[in-house]
C-alpha cells in the first residue's frame, strides 16, 4: 500500500523540476498545520496564479461577463480570461445563470492557467480585419457569360 502510495505520488510530480518541488513542499508545510496531501502538494508545486499575472477564477469569470463587444478589443486583465470566455461561448456566459456558466468557465479557464503557469505564453486576443481589396472585379466578357448562364438557368 505504502509503494503505491509513493508511486501515485511520484507520477504526480514528475512534471516538475526538483527545485519547484522543494519550493513546493516549503510553502505547504509553512501554510499548513497537517502534511500536506497530494492535491495541496501539486497546486503548491505550480505557483501562485496571481505571480503569473492571473486573477482568481471568479474575478475572470465577472470580467469575462462584463466585458464589451467586440471582445478582442476589450483590455484583458491577462489573455487567459479572454481565451476562457471564447471557449466558454460568449452567448452562453450572457444568457446562462451563473451557477450553471461559472463551471464551464473554470473548467476551461484551470485548464489555461495550468498552461501559463507550465510556461506557454498566450497571444493577445486579435481579431481578423477586413481585408483590405474585397475581389478584382470580372471583366464584360465574363459578367456576359455568367448573365447567359444564369438566364439559361432560370429558362428566360
Known amino acids: 500500500m505504502l509503494n503505491q502510495a509513493k508511486k ?6 514528475l512534471r516538475f523540476t526538483p527545485e519547484a518541488i522543494l519550493q513546493g513542499a516549503r510553502r505547504a508545510i509553512e501554510t499548513s498545520e497537517y502534511l500536506p496531501t497530494l492535491n495541496r ?3 503548491c ?3 501562485e496564479p ?3 499575472g492571473l486573477p482568481d ?4 469569470y465577472v ?3 462584463r466585458a464589451p463587444s467586440p ?5 484583458w486583465s491577462h489573455p487567459a480570461v479572454y481565451y476562457a470566455g471564447r471557449e466558454s461561448d460568449w452567448f452562453f456566459l450572457a444568457s446562462s445563470p451563473e451557477k450553471q456558466a461559472f463551471a464551464v468557465f473554470e473548467r476551461h479557464y484551470r485548464r489555461l492557467c495550468e498552461q501559463v503557469i507550465g510556461g506557454e505564453t498566450l ?3 486579435s481579431h481578423q480585419a477586413l481585408p483590405q481589396t474585397v475581389e478584382t472585379p470580372l471583366s464584360k466578357a465574363e459578367n456576359r457569360e455568367r448573365l447567359q448562364a444564369l438566364r439559361r438557368q432560370l429558362k428566360l
Open 63 to 65: 470580467e469575462a461577463c
Open 45 to 47: 508545486c505550480e505557483g
Open 41 to 43: 502538494m501539486l497546486r
Open 71 to 75: 471582445k478582442a478589443d476589450y483590455r
Open 57 to 60: 477564477a471568479h474575478s475572470a
Open 123 to 125: 497571444p493577445p486576443p
Open 8 to 13: 501515485l505520488w511520484l507520477e504526480s510530480l
Open 50 to 52: 496571481a505571480a503569473h
